[in-house]
């Protein structure tokens, strides 16, 4: 990182309030986050927090109240939601808690699919889904489906969907809060491998200290703001 180079993402003075009856919930209130290409950022904060919140915002799922998000020094506020959808799926990857994979297609498939709705070639599609998943440890589990995973595999076959598209922004929503310890390291590496090897810059919100201080900057949300940690 250079100091030149400008952020893959960049929040700057976000807002984002919900109305919750007469009041309004401020979740965001001038949040401030850059995210540099290779850069693993952990987002800690108690349930509840805001931390959905900001990595919708961060991947143009949800429009903030005010401020604005740069992606590669594009700000995408008065984007059409044609042209946000076409970053969304081209520069952005997420990982949720739950996998939430196509339950009737096998792991190979699953990560085929996100590529032939952008037009590659179903062999072109094959090719990398087989090399995503083999790189992440898959390579015995190609055609078995959801059900036939273990949960730490489920999981990191929708990290190989999450990346299919080879975005530059992969946001994780506690990718291991539903994983046992091991299990939770196992694909904490994954993540970490894939987002060193390609140059990801990646926003990971997670409950476990241990695998937060192991990225590269720790944050939280307080007063609506994105404070850094240590
Ligand atoms: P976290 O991911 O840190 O648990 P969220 O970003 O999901 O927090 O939510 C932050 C707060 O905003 C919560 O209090 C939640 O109830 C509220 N909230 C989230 N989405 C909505 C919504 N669509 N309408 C009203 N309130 C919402």
């Known amino acids: 990182m250079t100091a030149t180079q400008s952020p893959v993402v960049f929040l700057h003075q976000v807002e984002r309030r919900y109305q919750q009856g007469d009041a309004a919930l401020e979740i965001l209130n001038g949040a401030d986050?850059?995210?540099?290409?290779?850069?693993?950022?952990?987002?800690?904060a108690p349930s509840g927090a805001g931390k959905s919140t900001l990595l919708h915002i961060a991947g143009l799922l949800e429009h903030q109240d005010a401020g604005e998000v740069f992606i590669d020094d594009v700000p995408t506020s008065t984007l059409n939601d044609a042209e946000r959808t076409r970053i969304r799926r081209n520069e952005v990857g997420f990982?949720?808690?739950a996998h939430h994979l196509l339950t009737e297609f096998t792991a190979v498939?699953?990560?085929?699919?996100?590529q032939m709705i952008q037009g590659l070639p179903r062999k072109e599609a094959t090719e990398r889904a087989v090399q995503l998943l083999s790189y992440l440890g898959l390579k015995e589990r190609l055609q078995h489906r959801p059900a036939e995973l273990s949960g730490g595999e489920q999981q990191r076959v929708a990290i190989a969907r999450a990346v299919a598209n080879a975005p530059?922004?992969?946001?994780?929503?506690?990718p291991t809060g539903n994983l046992d310890p091991r299990t939770s390291e196992h694909v904490f590496r994954a993540l970490t491998?894939?987002?060193?090897?390609?140059?990801?810059a990646a926003i990971i919100a997670t409950h476990n200290?241990?695998?937060?201080?192991?990225?590269?900057r720790r944050v939280t949300i307080r007063d609506g703001r994105i404070v850094e940690l240590e």
């Open 193 to 200: 491998q894939l987002v060193r090897a390609s140059k990801l």
């Open 168 to 174: 530059r922004i992969l946001l994780a929503d506690e």
């Open 109 to 114: 498939e699953n990560v085929m699919l996100p």
């Open 209 to 216: 200290l241990d695998i937060a201080a192991r990225m590269d």
């Open 33 to 44: 986050l850059a995210v540099w290409s290779g850069q693993m950022v952990a987002l800690l």
């Open 95 to 97: 990982v949720y808690q």
